[in-house]
């Protein structure tokens, strides 16, 4: 479960306020706004990467407010999917769990399990440099599900992938929600996207955040 | 159809031509001064330099003054590289501005500074310290240093000053290209600040590092203004490869002077190529899969 209550941050200009809403446990939330309308700060907020005047963040039932990053017990997949570009993709989907002194055995067996579930098994012992856009973001998600989070924030992971790669993906966070039962908020502009996965949808505009009727969205037949 | 043989609009090329020109203009310079060199010398100047024993202690002190300067200058190049791309703090423009200074400061102004500071009460103490700590330790009897000003140290500092500044900016510049998301995620991953700085921005940084250490080296290797003024021009004490050019000058003996400008053209040469070759084979390429 996530739950945001009163949350408040002013960055020079710009400024949220008493920003609220909840994302039952393993449910799918999708967050949807116009560019610089905050999605970003709300997700980096919850994640602990951004510091708030006001507010609670609670996840899974604990208040997290004060709580490290590493502390929350998130999975994060920024928009371009941020591999460390020194480290092979098993380094990257092992790092988590080798800062958590995992014995050596059990990383092995959950960097298998991972590979099998994304399908990224060929790739282990890669780079990242000349993995396509879809693998890149396969492994982003394998590396944010490592330690087994029962968050997991998405910020835009989809939005810089071909039509086919893109559908590819959902159907991948579709069968990752469903097998690890992680409650998920997700970042996009797209309401196909939106609309393929969302359990749960959230749009903020002029700095408020409202849960809005998914079948009112259905409706909506623009195609964006 | 090959790159190069890419058809490129006719309307292009007196563009091309410009660039070609104005560039070209600037490497024919470059390349005719190391010619100019070479034919002013003969192998037997190059040989009787490199046997003059005041020269081979003068080569000898650049290349270990050179590289301790290198070190000290990365190892305060990083840190201050990092804060300097990640924080956000009152007056960092001020200081990002004091930092420019020894960049900036004419060479001579920088040793006379260097001179002065050491004359005040609180460089005397430090001289102080230092002598003693080499008086006690047996080291002034062994490596022959006594004290800061005028001494070997003294080459040392006075290259550090400029030196580290180059390294500096180096650093700074390549850890504002390294994403500050990636740190962002190996933070949501568990890594503390140190771990995140260690595991995932350190190894990338790893070709400004080589650059900034190539800077520094090859700017340490020709300070001379601030070595003459803050560590004086003594023969077999503090004498460097550019001091030995002055020296040799001043006593009108070209030949050994030119000698020895062509041996640090070679020297610079050499530490360039090898730079590069490492620079080149980094691993962030990431194109040989294990």
Redesign the interface.
């Known amino acids: 479960m996530i739950r945001v209550t009163d949350l408040c941050i002013f960055q020079g200009e710009f400024a949220l306020k008493d920003v609220s809403f909840e994302i039952p446990e393993g449910e799918y939330g999708v967050l949807m706004g116009k560019t610089g309308s905050g999605k970003t700060t709300i997700l980096e907020c919850i994640c602990g990467l951004r510091p708030m005047q006001s507010g609670t963040v609670e996840l899974s039932g604990s208040d997290v407010t004060r709580l490290k990053p590493g502390e929350r017990g998130i999975g994060y997949v920024p928009q371009d999917g941020s591999l460390f570009v020194t480290m092979t993709v098993r380094e990257q989907l092992s790092l988590a769990m080798t800062i958590r002194h995992w014995p050596m055995q059990r990383i092995d067996e959950r960097v298998n399990e991972l590979a099998e579930m994304l399908g990224i098994h060929g790739l282990l012992d890669r780079y990242p440099h000349g993995l396509s856009g879809g693998e890149i973001q396969r492994v982003a998600l394998g590396r944010a599900l490592s330690s087994g989070p029962s968050i997991l924030c998405l910020d835009e992971p989809l939005s810089a992938l071909d039509d086919e790669t893109h559908s590819e993906i959902c159907d991948l966070l579709d069968s990752v929600k469903q097998q690890t039962g992680v409650t998920i908020l997700h970042i996009t502009h797209r309401k196909r996207e939106m609309r393929r996965l969302a359990d749960k949808l959230l749009k903020i505009e002029d700095g408020i955040v409202e849960e809005e009727d998914l079948n009112d969205s259905a409706q909506d037949a623009s195609p964006a | 159809m090959s790159e190069s043989e890419a058809y490129r609009p006719p309307s292009d090329t007196p563009f091309f031509v410009c660039l070609g020109l104005l560039g070209g203009g600037y490497i024919l310079i470059i390349v005719c001064l190391i010619l100019a060199n070479s034919t002013f010398t003969t192998p037997g100047h190059l040989l009787a330099a490199l046997n003059a024993p005041e020269i081979r202690y003068a080569i000898r002190l650049s290349l270990v003054s050179c590289t301790i300067t290198t070190i000290l200058s990365l190892w305060v190049a990083v840190p201050i590289g990092y804060l300097m791309s990640r924080q956000q703090f009152r007056g960092k423009n001020f200081v990002d501005a004091m930092l420019d200074i020894p960049i900036v400061l004419p060479p001579l102004v920088i040793g006379l500074s260097l001179l002065i500071l050491f004359q005040t009460s609180a460089g005397k103490a430090v001289e102080q310290l230092f002598e003693d700590f080499m008086d006690r330790t047996g080291l002034a009897k062994r490596m022959g240093i006594t004290g800061i000003t005028y001494d070997i140290p003294s080459v040392i500092l006075a290259q550090f000053m400029v030196a580290c500044a180059f390294a500096v900016r180096t650093m700074r510049v390549t850890f504002d290209q390294i994403?500050v998301?990636?740190e962002?995620?190996?933070?949501?991953?568990?890594?503390?600040q140190s771990?995140s700085f260690w595991?995932?921005v350190f190894?990338?940084a790893?070709r400004g590092l080589l650059t900034a250490a190539t800077l520094a080296w090859a700017r340490a290797l020709g300070e001379f203004g601030p070595i003459l003024v803050f560590s004086g021009a003594t023969r077999f004490k503090t004498e460097v490869l550019p001091t030995t050019i002055f020296l040799e000058m001043s006593i009108g003996n070209i030949e050994a002077a030119v000698a020895v400008s062509l041996l640090m053209i070679l020297i610079a040469i050499a530490v360039l190529i090898l730079a590069r070759t490492f620079g080149l084979e980094s691993?962030?390429?990431?194109?040989a899969?294990?």
């Open positions: 994403p998301r990636q962002h995620v190996a933070l949501t991953l568990g890594c503390s771990q595991m995932v190894p990338q790893r691993r962030i390429e990431g194109k899969p294990r």
